[in-house]
């Protein structure tokens, strides 16, 4: 495997897997997903995933994610990382009008093509609007005492 050639652009698209991981991937490891739980309708939703190189050499990673058949891209589009050592990938996007599931892999390069590797997978909830809820709205009437 020639890792060390540097991929000439993240993966393109990113595929549904047919049936869930569990644990980490062969190469790569997700460690962390930040996230809120829930987000009201046109919030700005961060994503923040942290991947590990579990392999014994420095390798590209990547991170990409898919929402409500929205691709969502990560920042940096990709990194080389050491053995052992862990990158924290960047995103975010506006909080569409229904609950979300948010499908997250990490990816590997090998020298000549992405390789899926690792897949976790996070709700956000629509959150109600502010003052729809627990807000009651009094009418207040201003009085000028002479």
Do not use: C
Request: no cysteine.
């Amino acid at each position: 495997m020639n890792s060390r050639e540097p991929p000439i652009a993240g993966p393109s698209t990113i595929r549904l897997l047919a049936g869930l991981t569990t644990g980490a991937g062969t190469w790569t490891d997700i460690v962390s997903i930040i996230y809120p739980l829930s987000a009201t309708l046109g919030e700005l939703v961060h994503v923040n995933v942290t991947v590990k190189n579990i392999s014994a050499s420095s390798i590209y990673i990547t991170a990409g994610a898919r929402y409500d058949n929205s691709e969502l891209r990560f920042s940096p589009e990709f990194v080389l990382v050491a053995p052992g050592a862990r990158y924290t990938f960047l995103s975010s996007f506006s909080m569409p009008n229904e609950n979300v599931q948010v499908s997250i892999w990490s990816f590997y390069w090998d020298g000549a093509q992405w390789f899926e590797d690792d897949f976790e997978v996070v709700a956000i909830a629509l959150a109600d609007v502010p003052g729809e809820d627990g807000i009651l709205i009094l009418n207040v009437s201003t009085y000028v005492v002479a």
